[in-house]
């Protein structure tokens, strides 16, 4: 019968996308395990639920194609954890074809103590806001995930870390999660003034009488730049204050008039900048991935460095696998759990520990100058 085939088709396409999704992810070795030490929440256990006090609520982005760079980052936040026990994951992922829950059994095989849950964000939800950017990968509906946190994670949790997935850390993450927010901030992240913030925007955006310098009148402060990939988030005071939807209407403007090339970035400047709660730079030594366009080698910024990110278009993972890395990456690699090939060889020696300290780092300016 006609209806009772297409049924079986659609059953063996379905059964084919979910088989292709499975195989299309990689290996990971398993991480060592870390325990929490002295002085830790009493609420940090491992039967702590994700409504307990004491936790550290870290948000991420999960996907087939960053989970390599997911896996290194989650590493490295419990590499370096006080309270590593004390560490709550908070994973966005686009719904998986079939409900396969692929993505949970990898993690979950590389850290089977880890305390994590999956959340489905789904793709139409954003997709007739995307604008074209200077990068198709900067169109990816799961970059504007981010903006649905506060929908998304449990209404008990109160603020919560996003780090993008490109993202390593070599400090303990509970000294940023402890970064005060005073009443007038939604969300604390390093700021770079210095940067030429009016080159986020088109000329057309400077140019309209109701737009331009007129959007950030008014504000705390000047708007400077700062970096999404690293953020603190008071997710009460996000949906007191709609932000989602103050973020959506500047997609919505930029459908109408091309005021920004840069995909999910922007609107956050429209909403934020000069509102932002400050945080020391060592919590985003960003720009490692070079330009947008080239992805050359960059160096660290002077000053010292609690948290490095591959920002840019060139990621440590395609630039090691193509032998051609820049001088940091190699530390990337010390925390790469990839499994390569078909021997079972690892990428990286995990158990050996990385290259680098378990407190933050100051790099000399000598070696890593602008």
Excluded at 86 to 96: I, R, V, Y
Excluded at 150 to 175: F, K, T
Excluded at 210 to 223: E, N
Aim: proline share 7%.
């Amino acid at each position: 019968m006609p209806a009772r085939a297409a049924a079986a088709a659609a059953a063996v396409a379905l059964l084919l996308a979910v088989c292709a999704q499975a195989a299309a992810l990689p290996r990971f070795a398993e991480a060592p395990e870390y325990r929490n030490g002295e002085g830790c929440p009493a609420a940090a256990t491992a039967a702590a639920g994700v409504c307990d006090a004491g936790l550290v609520h870290i948000s991420m982005t999960l996907d087939a194609h960053y989970l390599r760079g997911s896996m290194a980052a989650v590493y490295s936040l419990l590499k370096h954890a006080s309270c590593p026990e004390s560490l709550f994951f908070h994973f966005l992922a686009e719904e998986e074809v079939g409900g396969g829950g692929d993505l949970r059994r990898a993690v979950a095989a590389s850290f089977p103590s880890l305390r994590f849950e999956i959340y489905a964000f789904r793709a139409e939800a954003v997709a007739g806001l995307i604008s074209a950017s200077v990068r198709a990968a900067l169109e990816s509906p799961l970059n504007y995930a981010r903006n649905h946190l506060a929908d998304l994670l449990p209404r008990c949790v109160p603020r919560a870390i996003y780090l993008d997935s490109d993202v390593l850390a070599v400090d303990d993450v509970r000294r940023l999660w402890e970064t005060r927010l005073p009443a007038a901030a939604v969300v604390a992240a390093p700021e770079y003034c210095h940067a030429n913030f009016s080159r986020y925007f088109t000329p057309a955006f400077w140019s309209d009488p109701g737009l331009g310098r007129r959007v950030f009148a008014g504000r705390r402060r000047p708007p400077c730049y700062f970096n999404t990939g690293v953020m603190v988030i008071d997710l009460r005071r996000w949906r007191a204050g709609n932000y989602r939807h103050r973020i959506e209407r500047w997609m919505e403007i930029q459908k109408e008039k091309r005021i920004y090339e840069l995909g999910s970035l922007p609107p956050f400047l429209l909403v934020f900048a000069g509102e932002v709660e400050a945080v020391d730079h060592r919590w985003n030594q960003h720009g490692l991935g070079g330009d947008n366009v080239r992805g050359s080698c960059r160096p660290l910024h002077d000053g010292p460095v609690s948290l490095m990110h591959w920002s840019g278009k060139g990621k440590p993972w395609d630039r090691l696998d193509a032998g051609n890395p820049c001088p940091l990456d190699h530390t990337w690699k010390s925390y790469d759990l990839y499994v390569a090939g078909d021997d079972g060889a690892a990428a990286s020696s995990p158990a050996s520990g990385p290259a680098l300290s378990s407190t933050s780092t100051t790099w000399p300016a000598l070696v890593f100058s602008w």
